[in-house]
């Protein structure tokens, strides 16, 4: 009788040791495949307590009459994220800087994380300053500094006096500036995209070429890695921790979700469920996973763009700017998806640490 039950005992433990959920810990866990539920308690703060955030991206505050969007919670398939804890991070990270380093989608993620934060300590005497391109949220209690540095591409755009703009794809001379850091966050890709009057260079130079114009994918992988092989050379990943901001999706072709080819994020009001984007996955995220597979230094990839895609209610459209002028499908509003992108985060820096252990 004995044997038989340690038998019986041994097999149950074993069964509910295969199929319980994975913990946050599990390093075989993929936090980017999931799906998006209804949680009651989101969101995360409200935005009209963060009184610094960007007018572009309160959606509420500019007369958006839905709020059922902020209501989501990413759902990693088989495993459940780590609560997110601000005063958690914020002792992880007292003494120390953070500078996310991108173009208007870093500033969505960094304006996401300071209110974030904010919200876990809502009395704290915070600073926040701008100085040309480079933003500072300070916040004394911890010594912490969340930095913004606004650069579109990375490698430099410069004012030649016979060209005009000049894209260089093969020069970073502002790197200096990224030395130092505790945490790096990095993004590039949206401004690639642009034509016409909205092109923001004249000329695309790399070694002694110069383009005016060439296949923008072809760039862009330029472009990157030059930036792996900046990093490669002068990140101490010891020292400094380096993240990829992954591709942003855009929502102006309702085709990609099954509605019309007029239809846009504007109106939106829920996400895509499932776990499967029917528009397919954007070209340019095989274009960064295969430079950062290249690299010595290990860079995190927060690959946000499948969770991303489904969210295609997540954004201002016409609640950006205060009126029904433009139709913004490009960034997103607070609260919203790029508060997930901070949970990510903050998961794999919780799973890293314990790893260690």
């Known amino acids: 009788m004995g044997h038989e039950f340690f038998t019986f005992t041994y097999i149950f433990l074993l069964f509910i040791l295969w199929f319980r959920p994975s913990s946050c810990i599990d390093a075989g866990c993929d936090f980017f ?29 500019n007369g958006r009459p839905d709020d059922v969007y902020l209501k989501y919670r990413w759902k990693p398939s ?34 996401s994380l300071t209110c974030m934060l904010h919200a876990a300590l809502p009395q704290s005497n915070f600073s926040l ?25 990375l490698v430099d755009l410069v004012l030649d006096k016979k060209l005009g703009r000049v894209l260089k794809l093969d020069s970073i001379q502002n790197g200096d500036f990224w030395k130092g850091f505790d945490m790096l966050i990095f993004n590039t890709w949206h401004w690639w995209l642009h034509k016409g009057n909205q092109k923001p260079w004249d000329y695309i130079q790399q070694g002694d070429k110069v383009y005016e114009d060439m296949d ?18 002068n990140v101490n990943p010891a020292k400094t921790k380096v993240f990829f901001q992954g591709i942003s999706p855009t929502h102006y072709n309702g085709t990609e979700w099954n509605a019309s080819r007029t239809g846009s994020c504007n109106g939106e009001t829920q996400p895509i469920s499932g776990g499967v984007y029917p528009g397919g996955t954007l070209p340019a995220v095989a274009v960064v996973k295969g430079v950062l ?3 010595t230094t290990g860079v995190r990839l927060l690959d946000v763009t499948t969770l991303s895609e489904l969210r295609k209610d997540g954004h201002p459209s016409v609640y950006g700017i205060g009126g029904q002028r433009g139709n913004d499908c490009s960034h997103w509003c ?24």
């Open 129 to 153: 300053s701008r100085t040309g391109s480079l933003s500072t949220f300070y916040m004394p209690e911890y010594n912490i500094s969340l930095m913004l540095s606004r650069n579109a591409f």
């Open 334 to 357: 607070l609260a919203g998806v790029p508060d997930t992108w901070n949970q990510l985060l903050y998961a794999i820096l919780v799973t890293d640490a314990k790893s260690k252990i």
């Open 33 to 61: 495949r999931g799906s998006w539920v209804y949680d009651d308690s989101y969101p995360l703060y409200n935005a009209s307590m963060c009184s610094f955030i960007e007018k572009q991206f309160d959606c509420l505050g």
């Open 216 to 233: 923008r994918l072809v760039a862009f992988g330029e472009g990157l890695r030059t930036w792996s092989k900046w990093v490669d050379s």
């Open 78 to 111: 088989g495993c459940e994220l780590p609560k997110f804890n601000g005063q958690d991070l914020l002792r992880r990270y007292q003494g120390k800087k953070i500078l996310f380093v991108g173009d208007s989608l870093s500033l969505n993620q960094w304006q």
């Open 293 to 295: 597979s290249n690299m």
